[in-house]
């Protein structure tokens, strides 16, 4: 069955610090996939996207993902974390209308 | 472009109770979805459609009926509510053009009693 597996239900930073989020997927063949970003009461706002090509992907608010074919994963960095990125992350995968949600990381940022 | 949308914003319904949530998109896109949001699962899949006229269950489809007679329109149905069908619905849309990238309403959020 496809899978996308987020192994860290909460995480907690402090503002400038380094920002790694982990994502792991399972399909019989690599899915599209999707960073997705929730702040609290709100709709879902797309990070960035990974379709083919170059591994390492840039998207918006200063995060980045690199795509490992190899170990399966696509994770979410940023270097240096703002307060304002204090919201919940989504890695999802799969094709057209069909996605599938990882549960979810809350991600708490120190001043 | 208004984008995806969807009515109501905030629902109560008592068990039993029947309702329709509706959703539009307003930029010809095939594809359109549904999913509900509840604490610690993430979003789950309940309906999709790749065209007027056809849908297919996802991951959750129990309790959920949909149909899509426009390209615009995929309204999701609660026949008999139950309090286990309480969390935020979103509807979503895409097309083959940016492949995969699906566009996301603003949600509603539905209380069961």
């Known amino acids: 069955a496809q899978s996308v597996t987020q192994p860290d239900i909460h995480i907690t930073v402090s503002e400038g610090a380094s920002l790694e989020l982990r994502c792991n997927y399972s399909y019989g063949a690599t899915p599209y996939l999707f960073w997705y970003v929730q702040s609290p009461g709100q709709g879902l706002q797309l990070l960035l996207k990974?379709?083919?090509?170059?591994?390492l992907v840039q998207g918006i608010k200063g995060f980045e993902a690199e795509f490992k074919r190899s170990q399966s994963s696509f994770n979410l960095r940023k270097p240096s974390v703002h307060w304002s990125d204090a919201a919940e992350y989504f890695c999802a995968g799969g094709w057209l209308s069909k996605l599938t949600f990882g549960k979810g990381t809350l991600l708490t940022v120190n001043p | 472009n208004a984008g995806v949308t969807q009515t109501p914003k905030f629902q109560v319904l008592k068990t039993g109770q029947s309702m329709t949530l509706q959703c539009a998109q307003d930029?010809?896109?095939?594809?359109m979805s549904w999913y509900r949001q509840d604490p610690g699962m993430g979003l789950r899949l309940i309906h999709y459609?790749?065209?007027?006229?056809?849908?297919d269950q996802g991951e959750v489809p129990n309790g959920y009926n949909v149909s899509r007679s426009t390209t615009e329109d995929f309204p999701l149905r609660l026949l008999s509510a139950a309090p286990s069908q309480t969390s935020v619905y979103f509807c979503?849309?895409?097309?083959?053009?940016?492949?995969?990238?699906?566009?996301f309403g603003p949600g509603t959020r539905l209380l069961v009693l």
């Open positions: 979503a849309s895409s097309y083959e053009g940016k492949v995969g990238t699906q566009y």
């Open positions: 990974y379709f083919s090509g170059d591994t």
């Open positions: 930029m010809n896109h095939e594809y």
């Open positions: 459609s790749v065209g007027a006229g056809i849908t």
